[in-house]
């Protein structure tokens, strides 16, 4: 059985969220060394976060991790239905690598430069890509 084209950008976003863990434990642990922070008091005091404590831009990488788990799990879920459905090729794996190729800039502009207007157009621009897929994939079982 041959592989359904639109689970390699589905697998391909799933590797990009680890490489996102390993870049935001990478930068967030050495920055809560240097701030001396005692993790299981910070546990126990619901009024403070990393987000008072760490740096900004240590954090951008744990804020575009947390995206990573949000809209994306759609993407996943459409590119499942329209895999089992026997359409995973052609237009809508092309429209799947633009939604994964947008997050993945999406999430270096995030951890990076951080500039919001910027990261909105990609967010927009890869909603639009994740609506186009939803709508193929109910086109495929609705049948219309």
């Given at each position: 059985?041959?592989?359904?084209?639109?689970?390699?950008?589905?697998?391909?976003?799933?590797?990009?969220?680890?490489?996102?863990?390993?870049?935001?434990?990478?930068?967030?642990?050495?920055?809560?060394?240097?701030?001396?922070?005692?993790?299981?008091?910070?546990?126990?005091?619901?009024?403070?976060?990393?987000?008072?404590?760490?740096?900004?831009?240590?954090?951008?990488?744990?804020?575009?991790?947390?995206?990573?788990?949000?809209?994306?799990?759609?993407?996943?879920?459409?590119?499942?239905?329209?895999?089992?459905?026997?359409?995973?090729?052609?237009?809508?794996?092309?429209?799947?690598?633009?939604?994964?190729?947008?997050?993945?800039?999406?999430?270096?502009?995030?951890?990076?430069?951080?500039?919001?207007m910027?990261?909105?157009?990609?967010?927009?621009?890869?909603?639009i890509?994740?609506m186009?897929?939803?709508?193929?994939?109910?086109?495929?079982?609705?049948?219309?």
């Amino acid at each position: 059985m041959e592989v359904a084209k639109i689970l390699q950008p589905a697998v391909a976003l799933m590797i990009w969220t680890m490489v996102m863990w390993v870049w935001m434990y990478a930068t967030r642990i050495p920055a809560m060394n240097a701030a001396k922070l005692d993790p299981d008091s910070l546990a126990r005091d619901p009024s403070k976060t990393l987000d008072d404590i760490l740096p900004a831009s240590i954090q951008w990488k744990a804020h575009n991790y947390n995206h990573l788990h949000e809209a994306p799990t759609l993407f996943y879920a459409v590119c499942l239905v329209i895999a089992l459905a026997g359409q995973g090729g052609g237009t809508s794996t092309t429209v799947a690598w633009a939604y994964v190729g947008l997050r993945v800039v999406h999430s270096i502009v995030q951890a990076t430069v951080n500039k919001v207007m910027l990261r909105f157009v990609l967010f927009a621009l890869s909603s639009i890509a994740l609506m186009a897929l939803i709508y193929h994939a109910a086109q495929i079982v609705f049948r219309f």
